[in-house]
């Protein structure tokens, strides 16, 4: 039962031109977005006139083979780094919640733990650190490796990656600086702490050279929907992204994710829910539906098909286009992924050519066309089912597609008081009303629970 007063968490997917795959060839969308700061900064500006929670950046260490095979057909080549790129539009922005991808797989939990503690500082708290172990097989061929990690081993160096992180972020207590300089005393040694972790794939001292952050700690995302990434998310997560096509789906998903959250000692509010959404917005539905054929009439068959044969972790091209989707085995790459399709198909006899014209624009998420109204009404049938404590927004085509929502949409959840008017605080651990993240030692001091995903 949904508590008096709750209302709808948003974040912003800004993925580059859009989220539709042929957003670029639009003639309203900027074609080299992904490489223009401008463009970025006018996006981001949209979101927060929008008070949306956070925006959110995916991103890969390297550009998957469906783009190098679409014969230069993909705009999705070409982007920036996105840590580089939120301490950018910190600069530009106040209020907004600033999250990216940051990969377990490829990367060391020493640097990414003060990349993200920087940006925390630098944007007066509002960072996220969206935890991932990498689908891309392509990442693995840019640091050392000639196949990609096993998909239970990724899973577990994330494990460990994800504490390693925390503990650094734990290394200074809330008030370790004494800045005193009369008695030339800058920290309190008592108040920062070594790590010293010793594990099977990590050794790491510590601690860490950038002090406690703002709001305690950066905000962690996880979009595992399998069952190694529902536990990863139940053990460390503040948010969960993830596919979830239908209000079904979505309540039974809601359900085991809180409860496993409850199993692992955490209260199930500090954990919020936000399926993607991908909304299509008109004043009139005909005009919503002209918008999104618009787009669909844009898609390269080749890029298509590229691209759910690299959401689907197998090679479609052998396969009649216009036959069934097949009953694929499991892969190395996305498990959650790959069942959201085949059920997708299945529930609809979809096949494949119709299953990547309909992917196209929301990768397995749940697509609305219609009416501001028509679309909030979808919004609060999932929140009020708890199918969802809000929606990471996928907007098809940008800016066009992510206006239209702030113009059309906002004020109608505004009205039925289900968002926010204005930001009541300045962190996005204050957006999203998570407690305050106390410290491993802190919490062994005072005789509570010493975890180092521990908080009140």
């Not at 539709?20 to 900027?30: F, G, M, S």
């Not at 290394?171 to 010793?198: T, V």
């Not at 009404?377 to 929502?405: K, Y």
């Not at 005789?447 to 009140?456: F, M, Q, T, V």
């Amino acid at each position: 039962m949904r508590k008096a007063g709750a209302q709808i968490k948003l974040g912003a997917f800004l993925t580059a031109t859009g989220q539709h795959i042929a957003a670029w060839r639009h003639p309203d969308v900027k074609a080299d977005a992904g490489i223009d700061l401008q463009e970025y900064i006018r996006v981001v500006k949209i979101a927060e006139r929008g008070k949306f929670d956070m925006m959110f950046l995916a991103d890969n260490a390297g550009i998957w083979d469906r783009e190098l095979e679409s014969d230069g057909r993909s705009s999705r080549a070409a982007y920036f780094e996105p840590i580089t790129l939120l301490s950018a539009l910190a600069a530009v922005t106040e209020r907004i919640g600033l999250v990216a991808t940051a990969t377990a797989t490829f990367n060391e939990p020493y640097n990414v733990a003060r990349k993200y503690a920087s940006l925390d500082h630098l944007s007066g708290g509002r960072a996220g650190w969206n935890l991932v172990t990498s689908a891309n097989e392509a990442e693995a061929y840019n640091f050392g490796f000639d196949v990609h990690l096993a998909h239970a081993d990724r899973y577990a160096r994330a494990r460990e990656f994800a504490e390693i992180v925390i503990g650094l972020w734990d290394s200074w207590e809330d008030d370790a600086l004494i800045l005193d300089k009369e008695g030339g005393r800058f920290f309190d040694p008592q108040k920062l702490h070594m790590l010293n972790h010793k594990g099977e794939r990590f050794t790491v001292r510590g601690p860490l050279n950038v002090p406690r952050t703002p709001q305690g700690r950066p905000i962690i995302v996880q979009a595992g929907s399998s069952e190694a990434g529902m536990d990863l998310a139940a053990w460390c997560a503040d948010v969960v992204f993830t596919a979830q096509p239908a209000l079904s789906d979505g309540i039974a998903f809601y359900k085991e994710l809180k409860e496993r959250v409850r199993k692992v000692g955490r209260s199930p509010d500090d954990l919020k829910i936000m399926p993607g959404l991908s909304p299509v917005v008109g004043r009139t539905r005909e005009e919503a539906q002209a918008k999104f054929q618009e787009l669909q009439d844009l898609i390269d068959p080749v890029v298509g098909l590229g691209l759910l044969s690299s959401m689907a972790g197998h090679d479609l091209s052998g396969y009649p286009v216009d036959g069934p989707f097949p009953d694929l085995p499991d892969n190395n790459t996305g498990k959650g992924r790959l069942k959201v399709l085949k059920d997708t198909a299945a529930r609809e006899n979809m096949t494949i050519r119709q299953l990547y014209t309909r992917i196209a624009g929301t990768r397995g998420h749940n697509l609305v066309i219609g009416t501001a109204k028509e679309i909030a009404d979808q919004m609060e049938e999932w929140f009020t089912s708890e199918a969802a404590d809000g929606f990471n927004i996928m907007p098809q085509a940008l800016p066009g597609s992510l206006s239209d929502f702030v113009d059309l949409v906002i004020p109608e959840l505004q009205r039925r008081g289900l968002f926010r008017r204005e930001y009541e605080g300045s962190t996005l651990r204050e957006h999203l009303g998570l407690s305050w993240p106390h410290t491993r030692h802190a919490l062994a001091r005072d005789g509570r629970n010493a975890k180092p995903d521990a908080a009140e």
